[in-house]
């Protein structure tokens, strides 16, 4: 049997089902507030206070209903591409290709010459070095690290942004990197070898986990892969005098800006894949071409 409330009560809560009058009537007690629930034919519950009692039940219930809000749903996981293993192991075909015609002279030329980042001949005209010197290498070894690096960033990144879109995008942040690089690089003073390719790639993966833009989230969360590949590249990117820090900052913050452009953008079809590994292909041919027939 309910009890109804007095005529001069006033409403100050309209609820669907009866537990859940049961908490607001437990709210209100709780702070010494008397109340009553009337159940409608419509199947609302309708809570009661007493005139006094209006204004203090009301901000009652608001401070209770926004600290109980349910969390944000989380954030549904970025689906990955398929097909990831075709960057990887294009670039690492790439890298070695050009390692053994370089070292053999193909054609009788010297390709390290005609193509390693140079200053002064990048100043004067010679526009293709940047993308040429992310092919040559000093030595073995040197080749052999960028290669394992190199697959491994560049094949995650594929993951995200699809083979052919992350082979683009790397070679053309790293050749940005290299034209800044080259712009104020000093006469006697060259650089070679597929690192800033390599930190370019690890910085097209450091914006992707960021939560999307008015989503609350502790800045730690947003910061977290940001972080991680900064570690990375602190831990890779430094080493003795011979090792180009300036290259390899210069890539990494090059990939972190085209990551942060696309963080937003859905994985590419095939089609569109196929067109931007391409066009990859023919800005290294083209770059070479150029270099060798100069």
Same mark, same amino acid.
């Given at each position: 049997m309910q009890i109804e409330p007095a005529p001069e009560w006033l409403p100050v809560a309209t609820v669907s089902t009866g537990p859940m009058a049961g908490e607001v009537t437990l709210?209100?007690? %709780? *702070?010494?507030?008397?109340?009553?629930?009337?159940?409608?034919?419509? &199947?609302?519950?309708?809570?009661?206070?007493?005139? +006094?009692y209006r204004d203090a039940a009301q901000a009652a219930l608001g401070d209770y209903v926004l600290e109980n809000r349910p969390p944000p749903p989380a954030a549904l996981p970025r689906p990955l591409?398929?097909?990831?293993?075709?960057?990887?192991?294009?670039?690492?075909?790439?890298? @070695? &290709?050009? =390692?053994?015609?370089?070292?053999?002279? %193909? @054609?009788?030329?010297? /390709?390290?010459?005609?193509?390693?980042?140079e200053g002064p001949a990048f100043r004067s005209g010679q526009w293709w070095r940047p993308i040429t010197a992310l092919t040559l290498h000093a030595d073995f070894a040197h080749l052999l690290a960028n290669l394992g690096f190199g697959a491994v960033f560049l094949g995650l990144a594929a993951r995200v942004y699809g083979w052919g879109v992350a082979l683009l995008l790397t070679l053309v942040a790293a050749g940005c990197a290299g034209l800044l690089e080259a712009s104020g690089l000093p006469g006697g003073t060259s650089s070679l070898g597929a690192s800033t390719?390599? @930190? #370019? #790639?690890?910085?097209?993966?450091?914006?992707?986990? /960021?939560? =999307?833009?008015?989503?609350?989230?502790?800045?730690? #969360?947003? %910061?977290?892969? @940001?972080?991680? %590949?900064?570690? *990375? *590249?602190?831990?890779?990117?430094a080493g003795d005098v011979h090792v180009d820090?300036?290259?390899?900052?210069? &890539?990494?913050?090059?990939?972190?800006?085209?990551?942060?452009?696309?963080?937003? #953008?859905?994985?590419?079809?095939? =089609?569109? +894949?196929?067109?931007?590994?391409?066009?990859?292909?023919?800005?290294?041919?083209?770059?070479?071409?150029?270099?060798?027939?100069?």
């Open positions: 709210v209100l007690l %709780a *702070l010494g507030i008397p109340s009553r629930t009337l159940s409608e034919p419509a &199947g609302r519950h309708v809570v009661w206070v007493e005139p +006094q591409a398929v097909g990831s293993i075709k960057a990887p192991l294009l670039y690492v075909l790439c890298e @070695f &290709g050009v =390692a053994v015609a370089a070292s053999r002279s %193909a @054609f009788g030329l010297s /390709w390290v010459d005609r193509g390693v980042l390719a390599v @930190f #370019a #790639a690890l910085g097209l993966l450091a914006p992707v986990r /960021w939560p =999307a833009r008015g989503r609350l989230a502790p800045w730690m #969360a947003r %910061a977290a892969t @940001f972080g991680g %590949a900064i570690a *990375l *590249l602190g831990l890779l990117g820090v300036t290259a390899h900052a210069l &890539g990494f913050l090059a990939g972190v800006s085209a990551g942060w452009l696309l963080r937003g #953008a859905s994985i590419a079809g095939p =089609a569109l +894949q196929r067109l931007c590994a391409l066009l990859a292909g023919l800005l290294l041919l083209v770059a070479w071409s150029a270099a060798l027939i100069s």
